[in-house]
Nanobody
């Protein structure tokens, strides 16, 4: 079984930074992709950023140039560095992991943008 635990969500002022963390544990292939999704109230869940175990990253157009996804030094950890956060970034952020053709989800962490 694979478990993912997110942390780092909270209140951020518009224009400010915030860093989300995700740690995955369990039976995980060395070839995997970690993904951040988000879901705002009344909206569908959307992909924010991905990072493959081999290194390539991908971003939603809405966050390009503002968010950075990186792998941590510990195996199967990933961070989402958010900068210039905007009100439209407010959502529940979910970490997910593709491994051996299965997709696993974390419980989500709330990001609230308010002055």
């Amino acid at each position: 079984q694979v478990q993912l635990v997110e942390s780092g969500g909270g209140l951020v002022q518009p224009g400010g930074p915030l860093r989300l963390s995700c740690a995955a544990s369990g039976s995980i292939s060395s070839y995997n992709t970690m993904v951040w999704y988000r879901q705002a109230p009344g909206k569908e869940r959307e992909l924010v950023a991905t990072v493959a175990s081999t290194g390539p990253t991908n971003y939603a157009d809405s966050v390009k140039g503002r968010f950075t996804i990186t792998k941590g030094n510990a195996q199967n950890t990933v961070y989402l560095q958010m900068s210039s956060v905007q009100p439209e970034d407010m959502a529940v952020y979910y970490c997910s992991l593709w491994s051996r053709s299965s997709l696993y989800w974390g419980q989500g962490t709330q990001v609230t943008v308010s002055s």
